[in-house]
């Protein structure tokens, strides 16, 4: 954390990627090419275990969606979340962290998880309703209740925070 | 002979090509030419998996393999020519190409005579959509099977051709893919003749290595997996690593290895000095480090404080560079003359701690004052214009100051000017409330507890059915807080002159006889004015009831409006002092002109006495009321600086410890309850810093010391706050947002600095200066060192043109030019702003616009889907053909539900036709990103298929 380098080597980040599970990552991929870390030790590196959203984080990451990365998936992760990656890039994978249920639509379900999460679920029902409800409401261009990747670039686009808050830095 | 024979050849290869170009005629009868093109590229896809492999065999027959490949497909070129003469225009160009390369390669041809000859037998076996794609491949196995088995050679055929038909159906998948995929392709096929080009070809060739280049420098911002990146890097960079080097031919290539080892070493570099730099940003890691706990906001201060830091980096060298150094080194030696000595009254005590702690002493008279500077023109051996590099640097420092305040804060007006709109007011809190930054659990916590909070208060907001049931109460406390707040206002402004006029009655007395308390007395009002002022301030606020967002903006206008008051309460008490000294300073003027004349009476009475020379300390001289207002200063900013850092221990960390440690032993959670930790006032120590700024830029003048205290001050602070902020303080439960408010801070910046100015250029103007000390002593004006310098050390002309020029005749009308453009380009800029809100509106009117369309549509698509339930429903019993058409409108209704939503979801069935033939309404409707997401099922599915394929060479 706080690491003031923005570009790593491979040697680094691999070295990130082996401290998560020093048993299971091999320093030479000759014998096992494939290994990858599973989500529990992943959420729980100092920069992502305060995310309410880090499991979705890792597994939007991971190509089978079960949160185990490889390294190529590891490095693809914090090369998205770094600060050099462009606004579109990280609209993709932020629509991405926050489609819960993997439908490509950030239905009301994905928001009031979303909700629930960044608020500890302190809200009442009848709070989240509204809130979820006036957010689709604000975003959904084409008016099928739910925001396609469209609508939510859109948004994303405008927004003034999004860049300097969706990064992490390792 | 040879072509006859080859033309024979290839026709039964041609003739599936041929089919399903008529097929496509029907189609389009435009577009079939290159449609053919592509099944090309398609085919000669393999073709380069082919000779990946074969590239490690022989280079030196590589040359004469690619020619035949050529020769073989121009020939069969032109057998499709025959047959339809209408595509003749495209195939004209090359086969003109072909003709004058057909030459150079018949003898070759004739070697492969006997190989075709088995291959055509064999094609005839062969399914047709095979032939299709083994064009390339064949000629490949004919070049293998050379002088070899050729028993061996259809095996190996037969083999290879099983591997072509599921390459095949790749190809189908990968045709569908990005469209730089089709272009590697075409990429691949003309490179395959890349040592017979024309000159266009070339430059094709030249446009694909440049494409291929893009495509590798653009790849970070593609959202692909990882893998596929590397996978595509490498292509591409092997790409143009072949094919470069071919566009230079024979010597080209010996200097493009050497290019492409220089870009690589280059690259390596690069990426080392970039980390370089990161490493040499002070405090980077500090501030990073603080931002990963607190989140951006509290990371803002100390960007800021950095930014000070820099600009007083460069005032300091400016006047550390070209004033005090100079001056020390070239210019006379303390005691030389008595501006540079302490006086005898004062020798005693001039080494006392106490005395040089107020900057007294041997530290008055010293470089670090404007008084010990000497008006003699020009200093040591270098002829250095001593008076007039001291006017310019304290007109050089506030210029620098303007510039930079106003640079940057146009800077940041580009910046905040895209999200001004409250119209995505919920999703924003929804999806970029969260700091992904955050990594500390009560930094977390805070942040839940906050977002929690601004959403309640939006709902609330939203709800707005929450009236003010007492509005005259309201009204009535906010008019009585604002009362209150004038009160301590007009309170301290009044402690503040009280003081400093008591502090020059001290003065006059002498200080020895007073307690340090008194010495002291107006630095330590106003720093504990500035620190008890704003908790007042806080307290009353409570009683107006304002949102928390326009309560802290009151609050900020509040502690603004205080320090700004206290300032310029102190500065005109300094004023007073000014003209008492003034008054002082001609007594004595007066005193030492008749002391002087009864001397030089005496003196030239007896003339052959030798003058009596007098020790400089011992002669009498005037209260310079330069060096006093400088001394003030530095006082100031000492007694400040010292208040701050107290504070920051006491309220700070004190605090913080006995909450930690006494929270064992007392009755109630300490660190939940009362005292708690404290949190960071970012916008009070933002405020701070600009008012000590502030300072500065008023004192520097006097007092050329003043920018290296700062620099100083900055320096600790930097540290001790960091170490604060880490070890005992808790981030703000509010938090003052660091986007929108970094111009409010440099507005306020820029209020300042012009307010600081002003009193400075008002004395500098107004007030003569002393006659006995500085470098302007003995001058009218302080600027007259301008004139001086003009009519002494330029040209004659320069002088007549410069007075020329500050003719009033020519000053006004520029004056006036200013005026009318700076009108003209306001309100340009205005006619800008409006015409950006009015498309803002248009498109925000498009957008509404749209969407109740769509909603319409989706609502109709809903109707007729209901309407052909029922006709179902009722209809049962009767012909399929009813079930048919139901059928079609569910198609239909989909394929509107496609169009709607502006991509394609991922197609459940692999109904490709029916996407193909959505129609493209709703491009105009969603201007959003690519018909797909990456990493959605269906790509990943050909990237599957894809990796193997590539990995094979």
Known sequence: ?170 | MSQDSLDSLVTSENDIDIRLDVDDEYEQERQSGRRRKRRRRSGDKKEKKKKHQRRRSSSSARDGREERQTKKRESSKKQREKHFKERTTERNEEEAQTSSVKATKTNKNINNEKTRKTKTAERETEKRNEKKMDKSPKTIERKESEGKNTDKSKERKKHKKVQNSSDEEKTKEESEEDKEEQEELDKEQEEVRSECLSPEELEKLKEAVDERKKLIQSLRVKPWPMKKKLVSLRESQEFVEKYEGALGKGKGRKIYAYKVIMTKKWMKFERDFENFKTTLIPWEMKIKEIESHFGSSVASYFIFLRWMYGINMILFCLTFGLVMVPEALMGRPYGSIPRKTVPRAEEASAMDFAVLWDFGGYAQYSVLFYGFYNNQRAIGWLKFRMPLSYFLVGVGTVAYSYMVVIRTMARNANESGIGDDNSFNFSWKMFTSWDYLIGNTETADNKFASITTSFKEAILEEQESRKDDNIHLTRFLRVLANFLVLCCLAGSGYLIYFVVRRSQKFALDGLENHTWWERNEVNMVMSLLGMFCPMLFDVISTLENYHPRVALQWQLGRIFALFLGNLYTFIIALMDEINLKRKEEMIVKYNITTWENSFNGTVSENSTATPISLHPADVPRGPCWETMVGQEFVRLIISDTMTTYITLLIGDFLRAVLVRFLNHCWCWDLEAGFPSYSEFDVSGNVLGLIFNQGMIWMGAFYAPCLPALNLLRLHISMYLQCWAVMCCNVPQERVFKASGSNNFYMAMLLVILFLSTLPAIYTIVTIPPSFDCGPFSGKNRMFDVIHETLESDFPVWFSKVFSYASNPGLVLPFILLMVLAIYYLQSTSKNYKEANVKLKKKLQMQNEENKKKNKRAALKAQMDLEEARKASSQQKHVSPRRHQDVNEIHCSRQRHYYSKNGRNPAPPVGDRSLRRSAPRTYQHVNPGPPGYLPGLPRQSETRMHRVPSLQRH
Do not use: W
Not at chain 1, 21 to 37: F, Q, R
Not at chain 1, 99 to 118: A, P, S, Y
């Open chain 1, 1 to 170: 954390m706080g690491n003031k380098q923005t570009i790593f080597t491979d040697e680094q980040l691999h070295g990130r990627y082996h401290e998560l599970a020093p048993h299971l990552v091999p320093m030479d991929y000759t014998n096992e090419p494939d290994c990858k870390v599973p989500l529990s030790l992943i959420v729980n590196m100092p920069e992502l275990k305060e995310n309410p959203f880090r499991n979705r984080i890792v597994e939007s990451f991971s190509e089978g969606g079960d949160g185990n990365l490889s390294f190529n998936e590891f490095v693809d992760m914090f090369s998205v979340l770094s600060e050099m990656a462009p606004r579109e890039l990280k609209a993709i994978y932020a629509f991405k962290i926050y489609d819960f249920n993997v439908d490509n639509f950030l239905c009301k379900e994905d928001l009031e998880k979303t909700l629930n999460r960044l608020t500890k679920e302190e809200l009442t029902p009848e709070e989240v309703e509204l809130v979820c409800d006036k957010t689709i409401e604000e975003a959904d261009l084409d008016g099928d209740n739910k925001l396609s990747f469209a609508d939510f670039e859109n948004m994303i686009s405008r927004a003034p925070d999004f860049l300097s808050t969706f990064h992490i830095r390792i």
